[in-house]
Structures are given as structure tokens and as C-alpha cells.
Nanobody
């Protein structure tokens, strides 16, 4: 069964940092781009960032540019999202998912969704 598992969420104060992980089970991530998404209560799921299969291409939502960094380690079958200078508006459940390329961050075009990890930014 193809599955992604997110981890690393938690409660952090504004200005703090978290590093999320996205680990694959049942398949290898080498051939897939990985996208990170988030969904806040009452809001639609939005694309945050994407990284190509070899890590050579990344893109970010304007709201996180300069604060978040996406990366991957294909040897560990894991992708990461380093989140710095967190703001209360970053509070959401964060998910990762796969697709063939990073040409889009439209959630419905991604597959193999994990269960998500909660990120709460609050003082």
C-alpha cells in the first residue's frame, strides 16, 4: 500500500521553527515530485511548496517564500519542510503528497496523501 506519513508538527511560538518530515512507505519517492500542503479550519487546502524528483526544482507559495525551505533525501525516502519565522497564520494541518512534476500546486492533482501533522503557532 502506497502511503506517506508526515511528522514533526507541534506547538511553537511566533518566530519559532519546525521541521516537518514526509516519509514514504510501500514505494520509493525517487520518481515523484513531492508537494506540501496545509489546511486551516474552515479553509480550503492550499499548496505550500513542491520539490522535483531529483531536488533540482522547487517552488513556494508567496505566503511562505523566504521562510520555508523544502528539501528531500531520496536515500532516506523522505522529504522535509523547514519552517522558520513561523506566524500564527501558518497554523494548519500540513500534508504531503506526490505527483509526476511540480508544474502545479493544485491539491486535487496530487496523490498518496498522508494523514497530516498539526502545526500550531501561538504565544
Amino acid at each position: 500500500q502506497l502511503q506517506l506519513v508526515e511528522s514533526g508538527g507541534g506547538l511553537v511560538q511566533p518566530g519559532g521553527s519546525l521541521r516537518l518530515s514526509c516519509a514514504a512507505s510501500g514505494f520509493t519517492l525517487d520518481h515523484y515530485s513531492i508537494g506540501w500542503f496545509r489546511q486551516a479550519p474552515g479553509k480550503e487546502r492550499e499548496g505550500v511548496s513542491c520539490i522535483s524528483s531529483n531536488g533540482g526544482r522547487t517552488n513556494y507559495a508567496d505566503s511562505v517564500k523566504g521562510r520555508f525551505t523544502i528539501s528531500r533525501d531520496n536515500g532516506k525516502n523522505t522529504a522535509y519542510l523547514q519552517m522558520n519565522n513561523l506566524k500564527p497564520e501558518d497554523t494548519a494541518i500540513y500534508y504531503c503528497a506526490t505527483r509526476p512534476s511540480c508544474a502545479t500546486l493544485v491539491a486535487r492533482l496530487f496523490a498518496s496523501w498522508g494523514q497530516g501533522t498539526q502545526v500550531t503557532v501561538s504565544s
